[in-house]
């Protein structure tokens, strides 16, 4: 696992598009795995004007996002393909017929998270997966104590996603309970992970997945088996960390990014 610490959230999703944009500019057709939350909104930015004032061409990428409320059609507000929607595909030249988000409101979920794999696999599988990192350590949907090994499949919320996400809904009566996820299995077969975790209320997140032990307690600590996964972090998400001086803090202006080959 790689640790980066930016000064701040804005430094660590330049960061963060900047990896995603060396891999599109590399491999034009890339399968990238996407995440939403608050976390990546700065990322999404970027990527955009990268697109309108770089020319990074997105016409032959295929998405995969990692999750969605189960439910929610594509059309409702807080569905996670609207919010992919509204940040990212409409402001850039991508065929949205290879975006792929799991429906919610599938008939059959179960079929639904059968086919989803079937899809990734379809597309040669992921290059690179951005995730962000839930204050219980969640990764997607993944809630503690799932199987490290899962595959896409439907997972009851935790009281405390519940409690953190509830805001967006207007009150927790009106937010959906399950979630179709990526599994964890899912997650770690893509080629490389980056991960972005900000602000006080993830530190505990990030000692257990930095350096807590390999648990299903802490989903995303699944990462430290990984073998190519950089978690960018800020100085107050770090916080809590004790083997600083063992990660690297970079200027990523100095960086080359030829050590991502
Ligand atoms: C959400 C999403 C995750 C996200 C996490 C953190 O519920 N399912 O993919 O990484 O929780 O969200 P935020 O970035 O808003 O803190």
Known sequence: MEVIIQDNPEEGCILGAKIIAKKIREKPDAVLGLATGRTPERLYRELVRLHREEDLDFSQITTFNLDEYVGLSPEHDQSYRYFMNEHLFRHINIDLAKTNVPAGNAADLHAECRDYEARITAAGGIDVQLLGLGRNGHIGFNEPT????????????????????????????????????????????????????????????????????????????????????????????????????????????????QRYD
Request: charged share 20%; with cysteine; net charge neutral.
């Open 146 to 257: 799932g199987s490290l090994r899962s595959r896409t499949w439907i997972k009851i919320l935790s009281e405390q996603t519940l409690n953190d996400n509830a805001a967006v809904f207007g009150n927790r009566d009106s937010m959906p309970k399950h979630a179709v996820t990526m599994g964890i299995g899912t997650i770690m077969e893509a080629r490389q992970i980056v991960l972005l975790a900000f602000g006080p209320a993830k530190v505990r997140a990030v000692m257990d997945m930095i350096e807590g032990p390999l648990a299903a307690v802490c989903p995303g600590s699944a990462l430290q088996e990984h073998p190519r996964a950089t978690v960018v972090l800020d100085d107050s998400s770090a916080a809590g960390l004790r083997y600083t001086d063992h990660y690297r803090w970079v200027d990523h202006n100095k960086l080359t990014w």
